[in-house]
Each structure stands twice: as structure tokens, then as C-alpha cells.
């Protein structure tokens, strides 16, 4: 690939829909530039960017794969990236480094709810976009109708710069509304408009004219004058209002039958800006604390994003990073300002799907990957040693479903934690933790999908095969009432016998306090060097409840009398009796069981709140309020954690996936007696 300058490159990534076509666009893309010599197909795994086994076996985008090509001079690095919702974590990060994005629309199934999640994140990093209504062959497909939906969802900022000529299985190429020509045929060959879409294509025209004079005073001017704008004049207003985020133009084509591609990447050359024309970045200089612009320029100091970590099987740990100023060379060294770290950097890559071209230095807007560097993760900046910047780091979404993770055989337990580690190192939108009530290993992500994914991940990558299961609830447990109880421990056995006698009382305390033991005695009745051993005796105790077996917390335990013997009683004895004592007293109580209770945080749009309040309801949750935000409703509850563990799945379906939530530990409170006794008999059964 010959070199190119910033001026010269386009980062553009694809967002959509699951299933509306970026793979099989992307793939057309490259085919039209001379990248690849034949079309990959997704259904027969042989696409560039879906590479992953997991990826063939599902058919469906899961990791983000790079796409650079050449096109008229440019260099297009093209960021394929996953349209279903579990593997946001991957298309945050590809947008995070675009300068410029395509809204990829399916022609038959119009906007979907990946694609206004797609266009959101693309709102959040301010980043132009194109809009390709893709598919326009298929069943169904309808251009107009779609154009109508996104200028209802979009605003009618978005215009189109060509219409479709026919549809469906009648598709035959686009009129281009800038220079009112045709072109369609197996080459498209430039024609004539068809008469029967000579007065449409003059409507929309008018359409994207008025759009284009809007975006500059001398255009508006002459347009308000009723002087016709020049073709050179539409383009330079188009390029400075798509740019500028003023205007979205809107093309048409089908990326399976490759009709569009070529004149997409015509587009993203002509209206999606370079790294130059972007608003300039800040980041702060650790030395100075200072807030510093970073320009891109390749001669200037070096500041570059890692957004991606993968495990390659081949050349182990590779890192994916984009350029933002100066220059990256091919075996130097540079510092990673986050983890204040040095690392060598070995042979520097230009990454195609799976292939890896070898350059010898990448400058300022280019994007890139290296291998094996030690310290180095997803969201660090990499920079000169003697002007070190941190960059901001790329926000990625908190997990909202786990799952245990149970390894089969000892062998897999061994390797667990150390695979565990590099698939988070992965992926930052996954967290491990052990949950210290119930023992368990638990894996948490954004779906059910992605830890499947993950689970499959382990078992290609590292060789560790697991189950993976719902999360047990850890419940506690404590007491109702106050009570006292005896214990005396007496065994004689020839010699040396033993002798332990207490008396405990146990009282409840404040929910939340945790436990409590307190010494009454008096006279020396017990001796105090055997008081610890007491309380370790009840410690022991109370990890286990009478009720179902679970931790006893928010007690308070005194021990107020008891006896020794001079000879018999020892540390051991007094364990033993604490230990029985303050079980016997925790029977007579009134035990109860505790579950742990979340704070819900549920952001969805108006038309779901019925649905989603009278689904809470049914989990015994309790509705605190509703506030507006921006359109949408913020619902604010709280509900028992073993009502709310498959809460990301209800969510998705009961608001199509637009819904979204937080969830975090508030309390623990009384289980109801019927809920109680049920999980008593299921954990005594177990």
C-alpha cells in the first residue's frame, strides 16, 4: 500500500442493524478497490472482516475487523463493526477513533433500533455520517418510505444525493441528483434520467439544493436570488455541510449484487472529512496538568489511542491504535502515559480482517496494530517519553447480566483465572469478580450473547472448557427477636477431658450494622484468655444459618455467664460450646431470611412504561418515580435481585432494545414467609 497523507485518509465505521449489510458493503468496498480479488459471502463464512470461528459459525459480525483500501488517491480505513447489541462494547471503541461514520439502512426493514442506537453513538463522538440505504433488490424494498422514517427519526437534515432506479427485484441502478444522471446496467453506465422518474428526481433535487445553500451565506443568497447553484458549488456546500454534521446525504445500492459501492466510497472521499478537517482533540499532560490540543500532525509530538486488544493465536497479544499526531515507527520505543510504562514496539502492521501488512511507520490519522507489547491495554495512550499526553479513554457500558462460571475438570480450573483475565483484557465490557457469599466465580457482560461468546472464547482460545450458569442469590441471614441460650461441653475420654459452659445472648441488630459480640462477664467465672475462643466458636457459627444454611449478619452476641473447670476446660472446649451455644440460640430467635434488594435505574422510551411497570410489579419491586430525560423516561426502582438477574433479556424484548438500565446493590431486606420457606426446602433438598 503506498504512502498516503493525512490530508489523504478517511476513518470511516459502519453502523446499523443487525443483518443490514455492513459486512457484505464492506466487502464490496474492498472488492471495488482492488483490495481483494473476489466477493466474500457472510452465509458462507468467507467475508474479510468476519474472520472469528464464532463469527463464521453465527454469520454475524461479533468483533470489530479493520478495512483499509485506496480509492482515487485516498486511503480508506474502513472499521466493520457488530450490529447486535451485546457487543457494543466493540463499536463504541471503532467510533470513538472514526472521524466519520455510515448509517447503513436496510431498503425492506428500514430503521431499526441498532441503527438509532448507531446513530446515538455516532451523536456522542459529534462524528459526520452518510446514510446507504442498503438492500434495495430485496422483497419488500421501498427507498421513499425508508427515506420518510429516517427524516422522521434523523431530522430532515438528511438528504438524498441519488434515488433508486426500480426496486426489488426490478432494481436496476440510481439517479444522481447533483449532475441529473442516470446510472444503472451491470457497469452503470452514466444515462439519461428515466422519463418515468424525471419529476421525482427534480423534486428531490430541489430538496438537496435548498439543503446544500443552507449551509453557506453567498449559497442562500444566490438560491433566495433564484440563481441555479453550480455543480462544483453543491459539492464544496455538500462536503462543508456534511462535515460540519449540517447536512447527511443518503445514497442507495446492494451490497449483495455490489450496486453503490463504488459510488460510496466516492462519497466518503468527497464528503466525510479527514482527520485535519476535525475538531482538534484535548489531552492533558501528566507533568503539567495541563490541558493540551493535540493537531494532526505528523511532525508533531506523538499521541496515539489504543482501542482494541486482541489474543491472536499466532502472534500473541495484539494492539490496535489509532494516530492522532506525530509519527509511530517500526522498532523504537514509546511511553504509555497511562500506566507511566515503557514498551518496544516490534514491526508495526496495517491490519486487513486477519492479514497483516508489515509498514514501517504510521503517521498522524492512520490506523494501525503491533504486536506483544507487555503492559499496554484498551483506552491507554501511547506518546514520547519527553512530552507525555493522556488522551480521554473510550467510555464503555456497565454490565447488566452475569453468570457463574464453573470450571468441568480440575485442568480447566487451573488455566481459569489466567483466561479469564485475557478475555477482559479483550473485551473492557466484561468484569470478573469472586463473589465471597457464595464462592463463585461470576463473568459479567452487556448480554447473554456475548457470554456465550465469551464461555466459546476460552474453550478455542485457551483450551478451558466451563459451564455457565445463573448466579446463586446470596442471601443472609439473622434474627427476629432476642434470646438467650446455655451450652455446656463436657467430655471426659481418660485423662484430659474437656470442659467449656456459656451463656449467650443474641439480639437483632439495625439492618446493614453486620455482627457484634460483646463480653458481660464478671467475678472471673471464665477466665478472659478463653473469651477469644468464644468468639471464634460463634464466628463459626454464624456462617451458617439454622434456617437454610446462610451467612448470620446484623446480630449482636454477648456472652454474659459460664463456668470452667480448672483442669478440664481449654481453648478448644470454649470453641466448641460458643459454636453450639450460639446456634442453639439463634433456633430460638425467629430466624429470617434476608435477600439482597438493587437500586434499578430503567431508561426507555414513553411508549414502554406501561409494559415495564407492570412487569416490575410482577417482581415484587417497588416504584419510586419517573423523571423525563431527553425523550425518554428514567424509571427508578427497587427490586430483589433474584427477580432482576435475566433482567437485560426481559428489557430487550418487552422495548425491542431500546431500552436500557443500572443496577447496583441497595440493601438487604426480610424475604416474604412463602418465598422463604421455598428456598429453604430448595436449599435443603440441595
Keep these: 500500500m503506498q504512502q498516503h497523507t493525512t490530508e489523504q485518509m478517511r476513518n470511516v465505521v459502519l453502523l446499523s442493524h443487525s443483518g443490514a449489510g455492513k459486512t457484505s458493503l464492506a466487502e464490496a468496498m474492498l472488492f471495488n478497490s482492488g483490495a481483494i480479488n473476489r466477493l466474500g459471502k457472510v452465509d458462507q463464512g468467507s467475508t474479510t472482516s468476519d474472520y472469528d470461528p464464532d463469527e463464521v459459525k453465527r454469520q454475524t459480525s461479533i468483533y470489530l475487523a479493520l478495512l483499509p483500501c485506496e480509492w482515487q488517491g485516498f486511503k480508506v480505513n474502513i472499521i466493520d463493526t457488530p450490529g447486535y447489541a451485546d457487543f457494543v462494547a466493540e463499536v463504541k471503541s471503532a467510533v470513538r477513533v472514526a472521524d466519520g461514520a455510515v448509517i447503513v439502512v436496510c431498503a425492506a426493514s428500514s430503521v431499526e433500533v441498532g441503527t438509532e442506537l448507531g446513530w446515538g453513538y455516532a451523536d456522542e463522538q459529534e462524528i459526520p455520517r452518510l446514510i446507504f440505504v442498503n438492500k434495495m433488490d430485496r422483497e419488500n424494498a421501498d427507498f421513499f418510505r425508508v427515506m420518510e422514517e429516517i427524516r422522521a427519526n434523523f431530522g430532515n437534515k438528511c438528504v438524498p444525493i441519488e434515488i433508486p432506479i426500480g426496486a426489488q427485484d426490478d432494481f436496476q441502478g440510481v439517479v444522481d441528483l447533483i449532475r441529473m444522471k442516470s446510472y444503472s446496467g451491470p457497469q452503470w453506465q452514466e444515462g439519461e434520467i428515466p422519463d418515468s422518474l424525471k419529476e421525482r428526481a427534480g423534486e428531490f433535487r430541489e430538496k438537496l439544493v435548498e439543503a446544500v445553500a443552507e449551509t453557506a451565506d453567498d449559497l442562500i443568497a444566490k438560491y433566495l436570488e433564484g440563481e441555479e447553484l453550480t455543480e462544483e458549488e453543491i459539492v464544496q456546500g455538500l462536503r462543508a455541510g456534511a462535515t460540519g454534521g449540517q447536512v447527511v446525504p443518503v445514497l442507495a445500492g446492494s451490497a449483495g449484487r455490489n450496486l453503490g459501492a463504488a459510488r460510496l466510497l466516492d462519497a466518503i472521499c468527497h464528503y466525510l472529512p479527514s482527520p485535519l478537517d476535525r475538531e482538534h482533540l484535548t489531552a492533558v499532560n501528566p507533568t503539567t496538568k495541563q490541558e493540551e490540543t493535540i493537531d494532526a500532525d505528523p511532525t508533531g509530538p506523538l499521541a496515539a489511542l489504543v482501542f482494541k486488544t486482541s489474543a491472536d493465536p499466532y502472534v500473541g497479544k495484539l494492539t490496535y491504535f489509532r494516530v492522532y499526531s506525530g509519527t509511530i515507527y517500526s522498532d523504537?520505543?514509546?511511553?504509555?502515559?497511562?500506566?507511566?510504562?515503557?514498551?518496544?514496539?516490534?514491526?508495526?502492521?496495517?491490519?486487513?480482517?486477519?492479514?497483516?501488512?508489515?509498514?514501517?511507520?504510521?503517521?498522524?490519522?492512520?490506523?494501525?496494530?503491533?504486536?506483544?507489547?507487555?503492559?499496554?491495554?484498551?483506552?491507554?495512550?501511547?506518546?514520547?517519553?519527553?512530552?507525555?499526553?493522556?488522551?480521554?479513554?473510550?467510555?464503555?457500558?456497565?454490565?447488566?447480566?452475569?453468570?457463574?462460571?464453573?470450571?468441568?475438570?480440575?485442568?480447566?480450573?487451573?488455566?481459569?483465572?489466567?483466561?479469564?483475565?485475557?478475555?477482559?483484557?479483550?473485551?473492557?465490557?466484561?468484569?470478573?469478580?469472586?463473589?465471597?457469599?457464595?464462592?463463585?466465580?461470576?463473568?459479567?457482560?452487556?448480554?447473554?450473547?456475548?457470554?456465550?461468546?465469551?464461555?466459546?472464547?476460552?474453550?478455542?482460545?485457551?483450551?478451558?472448557?466451563?459451564?455457565?450458569?445463573?448466579?446463586?442469590?446470596?442471601?443472609?441471614?439473622?434474627?427476629?427477636?432476642?434470646?438467650?441460650?446455655?451450652?455446656?461441653?463436657?467430655?471426659?475420654?481418660?485423662?484430659?477431658?474437656?470442659?467449656?459452659?456459656?451463656?449467650?445472648?443474641?439480639?437483632?441488630?439495625?439492618?446493614?450494622?453486620?455482627?457484634?459480640?460483646?463480653?458481660?462477664?464478671?467475678?472471673?467465672?471464665?477466665?478472659?484468655?478463653?473469651?477469644?475462643?468464644?468468639?471464634?466458636?460463634?464466628?463459626?457459627?454464624?456462617?451458617?444459618?439454622?434456617?437454610?444454611?446462610?451467612?448470620?449478619?446484623d446480630i449482636k452476641v454477648t456472652m454474659y455467664d459460664g463456668s470452667y473447670h480448672t483442669v478440664d476446660s481449654s481453648d478448644i472446649a470454649f470453641k466448641i460450646a460458643g459454636n453450639h451455644a450460639v446456634r442453639k440460640g439463634l433456633s430460638q430467635a425467629q430466624p429470617v431470611l434476608l435477600e439482597p434488594v438493587m437500586d434499578m435505574k430503567i431508561t426507555v422510551p414513553e411508549g414502554y412504561i406501561g409494559d415495564i411497570i407492570s412487569d416490575l410489579n410482577g417482581k415484587r419491586a417497588k416504584v419510586l418515580g419517573m423523571n423525563p430525560q431527553g425523550g425518554l423516561n428514567v424509571i427508578e426502582a427497587k427490586a430483589p435481585l433474584a427477580e432482576v438477574q435475566r433482567y437485560a433479556i426481559d428489557i430487550r424484548a418487552m422495548t425491542q432494545g431500546r431500552g436500557s438500565f443500572q443496577m447496583e446493590l441497595s440493601h438487604y431486606e426480610e424475604v416474604p414467609a412463602h418465598i422463604a420457606q421455598r428456598i429453604s426446602a430448595e436449599r435443603e433438598k440441595a
Excluded at 492479514?355 to 501511547?382: R, S
Excluded at 485475557?422 to 468484569?431: A, G, I, K, Y
Excluded at 459452659?501 to 478472659?528: D, Q, T
Excluded at 463459626?540 to 437454610?548: N, P, T, Y
Design 332 to 553: 523504537s520505543t514509546v511511553w504509555n502515559s497511562t500506566r507511566e510504562h515503557q514498551e518496544r514496539i516490534g514491526q508495526l502492521y496495517v491490519l486487513r480482517g486477519k492479514n497483516q501488512e508489515p509498514v514501517p511507520h504510521l503517521i498522524a490519522g492512520d490506523i494501525g496494530a503491533v504486536a506483544k507489547l507487555a503492559e499496554t491495554t484498551t483506552g491507554d495512550t501511547v506518546c514520547g517519553r519527553d512530552h507525555p499526553l493522556i488522551m480521554p479513554t473510550i467510555e464503555f457500558p456497565q454490565p447488566t447480566m452475569s453468570f457463574a462460571v464453573h470450571p468441568m475438570t480440575k485442568a480447566d480450573l487451573d488455566k481459569l483465572g489466567s483466561s479469564l483475565t485475557r478475555l477482559v483484557e479483550e473485551d473492557p465490557s466484561l468484569q470478573i469478580h469472586r463473589d465471597g457469599d457464595t464462592l463463585e466465580t461470576v463473568l459479567s457482560g452487556v448480554g447473554d450473547a456475548q457470554l456465550e461468546v465469551a464461555a466459546e472464547k476460552m474453550l478455542r482460545k485457551f483450551g478451558v472448557n466451563v459451564r455457565m450458569e445463573t448466579p446463586k442469590v446470596p442471601y443472609k441471614e439473622t434474627v427476629a427477636i432476642s434470646a438467650k441460650a446455655e451450652y455446656k461441653h463436657k467430655k471426659q475420654t481418660g485423662g484430659h477431658g474437656q470442659y467449656g459452659h456459656v451463656f449467650l445472648e443474641i439480639e437483632p441488630k439495625p439492618r446493614g450494622e453486620g455482627y457484634e459480640f460483646s463480653n458481660r462477664i464478671v467475678g472471673g467465672v471464665v477466665p478472659k484468655n478463653y473469651i477469644p475462643s468464644v468468639e471464634k466458636g460463634v464466628v463459626a457459627g454464624l456462617q451458617e444459618g439454622v434456617l437454610a444454611g446462610y451467612p448470620v449478619v
